[in-house]
Every structure is written in structure tokens, then in C-alpha cells.
């Protein structure tokens, strides 16, 4: 089982940048895929971004692509989010998740362990 904890959400103007961060408790962090999804106001779950275990696959939602970016240290337990050019429709709750099967997957019934979010806001 693992814990996540995410960190480093707040308010930015359109066009910013911000850098979430997703610490994981345990000392099997790298058998896990892991992923973060957004939720807007209304709106069900989305994918944003995947990364395989080792780290050399990553996976992006159409919309994300060439915004955003996710990495991860598998020493530290740790998988980042940078998100540049940030626009109003990119406003969520923010979410890591763990998937130990490691398929790196786009759908929200693959990960098994959530953190409890944290939300961006872009103002216009």
C-alpha cells in the first residue's frame, strides 16, 4: 500500500507556471506507474499525465501536450507536475495516483491509491 500526499497548488494568472509535487510514503515507489488527474467544478475525473516506473515513458492528455510535463525520482519517492502556460480551463483539484501494475494508464478505475488533491487556480 502506498500514501500520497500532494503540494504546490494555489492561484496563477493565465500564461504562469506552477510545479505540483507528489511525495509517497513506502519503499516501493518504484514498482507504481503513476499518474495525475484533474477534477473541475462539475466535471467528472480527468487524465493529465503518466509516467511508467523506471521513468522513461510518459504519457500526456491531447490538451496537455507541450504544457505540461511529468517526472519523477524514484530516490526520493517523489513525481512532479510542471504546468507553463496555464489558462483559466486548466482550474482543478489536482490529483496523484498509484497504479501497481505499472500499465501507466489514462483511466481513472486503474489507480488504486489517490492522494487527497490539491487545487490551481488561473485567473483571466
Known amino acids: 500500500q502506498v500514501q500520497l500526499v500532494e503540494s504546490g497548488g494555489g492561484l496563477v494568472q493565465a500564461g504562469g507556471s506552477l510545479r505540483l509535487s507528489c511525495t509517497a510514503s513506502?519503499?516501493?515507489?518504484?514498482?507504481?506507474?503513476m499518474g495525475w488527474f484533474r477534477q473541475a467544478p462539475g466535471k467528472e475525473r480527468e487524465f493529465v499525465a503518466a509516467i511508467s516506473r523506471s521513468g522513461r515513458s510518459t504519457y500526456y492528455a491531447d490538451s496537455m501536450k507541450g504544457r505540461f510535463s511529468i517526472s519523477r525520482d524514484n530516490a526520493k519517492n517523489t513525481v512532479d507536475l510542471q504546468m507553463n502556460s496555464l489558462k483559466p480551463e486548466d482550474t482543478a483539484v489536482y490529483y496523484c495516483a498509484a497504479d501497481r501494475r505499472g500499465g501507466s494508464s489514462s483511466s481513472v478505475l486503474d489507480y488504486a491509491y489517490w492522494g487527497q488533491g490539491t487545487q490551481v487556480t488561473v485567473s483571466s
Open positions: 513506502g519503499r516501493t515507489f518504484g514498482s507504481y506507474s
